[in-house]
């Protein structure tokens, strides 16, 4: 069986923030289908990045959906924010807020789309009965905050596990897969069931000139 070529959605944080809007546009013309962006507060993880204002910044120099990752709490009070800036998917950490399902409907109701990002040692069983509350899911195979960490192969079970929640579910929900994809590990995860994959060394490396082909390698086509 040939899995479908997946959802390419390079990480901003690898880019060169001196010059994110050129960036923005040189991913978008490489070929990517969605712009991952990963918020950061120094406190639900332990990094600092960008807030609602870069990313209304960044609004006008890209027309693919923008993948924004919360790793941020409380998340709640800023999810209006960050739609208002332009986010068309909302990526939240059950951690990160008492009530998920709460936090999920809220996404919805702003017109996003509403996805759960699981940790590594988060467990899959935690959406089981919210599936029809959440239209990706995201699977860490780092621990959040950094960019540049190695594959935890560990994560590729949870992968098909979750898939086959979504199978069973009948629902059209996106598996997405973060940390450390590269074109030997994107291979594993298409495998195991993903359908969009994260990327932020793999498609920044050797610059502007090699995003294409870095993209391409991703999908399995370079
Ligand atoms: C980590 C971030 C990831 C990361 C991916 O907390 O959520 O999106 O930037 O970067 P690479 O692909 O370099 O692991
Ligand atoms: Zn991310």
């Known amino acids: 069986m040939s899995p479908r070529a997946p959802i390419i959605a390079p990480s901003i944080l690898s880019a060169d923030f001196a010059r994110l809007g050129e960036e923005a546009k040189a991913i978008e ?34 027309s693919i959906p923008f993948d924004v990752h919360l790793m941020i ?28 399902n709460r936090t999920l409907r809220h996404i919805r109701q702003l017109g996003a789309k509403a996805g759960v990002v699981f940790d590594p040692s988060t467990p899959p069983e935690i959406i089981e009965w919210m599936m029809d509350d959440i239209d990706i899911i995201l ?24 898939r086959a929640m979504i ?36 498609v920044f490396k050797d610059g502007p000139d090699r995003y294409g082909a870095n993209i391409a390698a991703l999908r399995g086509g370079g």
């Open 139 to 162: 699977v860490m195979t780092v621990n959040p905050g950094f960019g540049g960490q190695s594959f935890m192969p560990s994560q590729l079970g949870k992968i098909a596990r979750l």
């Open 73 to 100: 709490a409380p998340v709640d009070p800023y999810l209006e924010a960050f739609r208002e800036s332009g986010a068309d998917h909302l990526l939240v950490h059950p951690e990160a807020g008492p009530h998920l």
């Open 167 to 202: 199978d069973a579910s009948g629902r059209d929900i996106v598996l997405e897969v973060d940390g450390g994809v590269t074109p030997q590990t994107a291979r594993l995860c298409v495998e195991a069931g993903a359908t969009a994959l994260v990327a932020g060394a793999a």
């Open 29 to 62: 013309a490489a070929g990517a289908n969605w712009l991952h962006v990963d918020v950061m507060d120094g406190h639900f993880v332990p990094n600092i990045t960008i807030g609602p204002q870069v990313v209304k910044a960044l609004r006008p120099h890209a």
